[in-house]
């Protein structure tokens, strides 16, 4: 069985005890090992987490899907809290990111270093294409391009020896799990493009992509490429679609109205899956 649970993202669900905030959080329990994926911006992750009566300290690893704010900056939290499992990362993950703005930049990094890693003894395991956790469990990245128009905006930058330049999200991973119905996609913002993505570990694993789960950044996305993604995911046969966080309400109306059959459900804080 895998059970996903929703520790945090943008919205409330129906347990008006727990905290919603811009960002995601999962915690993922598969193969007799738990994974939590991202770890929102600060406490609340780690504070919805106890209302929802999960432990976090016997987690296996600790996955980021990139590094910025809202997906990361509540690592240190989690990690002063006892949590000292290995950290799954892409390549360049320590690149500081920012958001421009004409001349201005805003910082959008997650707020902590390599020696923060050493201070906790915590080791680092980087993800450059496919990474096995463990059997039928993987990190993926390095995503070809095949969709040219999911570009990410021009607005993100992230900070090199050579300067600024736009980021084109070299860090960015997603979790892949191998499930009899299926391949299994958690993503945390999908920055490199969600169909990019799905289409990379569809190719890399030879096998269908059953469920998708997480970010997609469609809320930026004009109607053309809206109306492309759409297509295309129901071209893929994906059985069940669970988008939230950076989705957008256009995206997540277009979904809840496709005629695909493909299941849909929009993740929010407190909400479960179990497969």
């Known amino acids: 069985m895998v059970i996903l649970r929703t520790l945090l993202e943008n919205n409330l669900s129906r347990n008006r005890a727990l905290t919603a905030e811009h960002g995601l959080s999962f915690l993922v329990e598969t193969g007799g090992k738990k994974i939590l994926f991202d770890c929102g911006a600060g406490k609340t992750a780690r504070k919805n987490a106890e209302k929802m009566h999960v432990s976090l300290k016997d987690v296996d690893y600790v996955i980021l899907s990139h590094s910025h704010y809202d997906h990361a900056g509540g690592y240190p939290d989690m990690a002063s809290h006892g949590i000292c499992a290995p950290l799954v990362t892409g390549p360049q993950f320590f ?97 490199p493009g969600i169909l990019n993505m799905i289409e990379s570990v569809r190719e890399r694993f030879g096998q269908p992509v059953y469920a998708v789960f997480g970010g997609s950044h469609l809320v930026e996305a004009d109607e053309p490429r809206l109306a492309e993604t759409m297509k295309m995911l129901e071209d893929m046969g994906i059985g069940m679609a669970g988008f939230n966080h950076c989705t957008g309400d256009m995206a997540q109306e277009r979904l809840r109205a496709g005629e695909s059959g493909t299941v849909y459900t929009h993740l929010k804080t407190g909400d479960c899956i179990f497969m």
Do not use: N, W
Request: net charge negative; with cysteine; charged share 30%.
């Open 95 to 191: 690149e500081e990111k920012y958001a421009r703005d004409g001349e201005k930049y805003t910082y959008l990094g997650c707020g902590f270093g390599t020696e923060f890693l050493e201070e906790k003894k915590i080791r680092r395991l980087i993800c450059e294409g496919t990474f096995t956790l463990f059997a039928g469990c993987h990190v993926v990245g390095g995503f070809d391009r095949k969709y040219a128009f999911e570009k990410p905006p021009a607005r993100f930058v992230r900070q090199t020896a050579a300067g600024m330049v736009e980021d084109d999200f070299p860090d960015e991973v997603c979790l892949v799990i191998e499930d009899a119905k299926g391949l299994i996609v958690i993503a945390g913002c999908s920055h």
